[in-house]
């Protein structure tokens, strides 16, 4: 079975309670400490990656973000998928070359770009062009943006799945859904669903998000967050 057939598998009959919960690693160090952890893939997060790099989300040039992917997968054996934000203006079949190259399972794309959401029916084209380049070597996660830069609409999101879905998404991603809306998020959408978890206390956690209807669960840059303020810590108490 190869990695990519591996990361889909990992998708399929989750009960309830149960997600997939994908840690995002930032660099290769961070990617083997999740790895020896146990869990069976890993999700890079964009945010975090332009963090270690020096960049403000979304400004990481796309020849820096995939050299960054490609570190993490060569220092782990489990699959990996690759948060590449909008594709970067790639065109389908560059942008599945460039993923695989970077020895990436998977990928999330976002259907927004500089804080607008994208026409619906043309990001589904791109969408279906991604799945057709890839065929069944990328699982596909849609990220649905309607919570974030949208007026946060349930049914726009649905909306919006549906035609991703329909396009060849394996996934979709409704990022930064209020936990109470996933239920009907849940009985909306086809396929699997992927939720964001909150590292601060106030959320969720990912076995409450997976009863809720999340079949996986990510962090975005939470826990480069979370590791780059215990650093903090750490170098304010080595000063005299």
């Given at each position: 079975m190869s990695r990519a057939e591996a990361f889909r598998a990992l998708h399929l009959h989750r009960v309830a309670g149960d997600p997939l919960v994908l840690p995002g690693p930032w660099d290769?160090?961070?990617?083997?400490?999740?790895?020896a952890a146990g869990f069976p893939a890993l999700a890079t997060?964009?945010?975090?990656?332009?963090?270690?790099l020096g960049y403000a989300d979304g400004q990481t040039p796309a020849d820096e973000m995939f050299a960054a992917v490609t570190r993490i997968t060569r220092a782990v054996n489990v699959p990996v998928s690759a948060d590449v934000e909008d594709g970067y203006g790639l065109?389908?079949?560059e942008l599945v070359e460039r993923l695989l190259a970077a020895g990436a399972v998977g990928c999330n794309l976002e259907d927004s770009a500089g804080g607008v959401l994208k026409d619906p029916h043309a990001h589904a084209e791109f969408l279906a062009g991604v799945r057709a380049a890839a065929g069944d070597r990328l699982f596909l996660n849609a990220r649905v943006d309607v919570f974030v830069h949208g007026d946060g609409d349930p049914e726009r999101a649905i909306e919006r799945a549906a035609l991703y879905h329909a396009a060849g998404a394996d996934c979709v991603y409704p990022i930064l859904a209020p936990a109470a809306v996933l239920p009907l998020l849940r009985s909306g959408m086809e396929g699997p669903l992927n939720a964001l978890a909150r590292l601060d206390g106030d959320g969720p956690s990912p076995a409450a998000l997976g009863g809720l209807g999340a079949t996986r669960v990510t962090f975005g840059p939470g826990l480069q967050l979370r590791a780059t303020a215990a650093l903090r810590e750490i170098?304010?108490?080595l000063r005299p």
């Open positions: 290769a160090a961070s990617a083997r400490a999740f790895a997060p964009s945010a975090g990656i332009a963090a270690s065109a389908p079949a170098a304010d108490g």
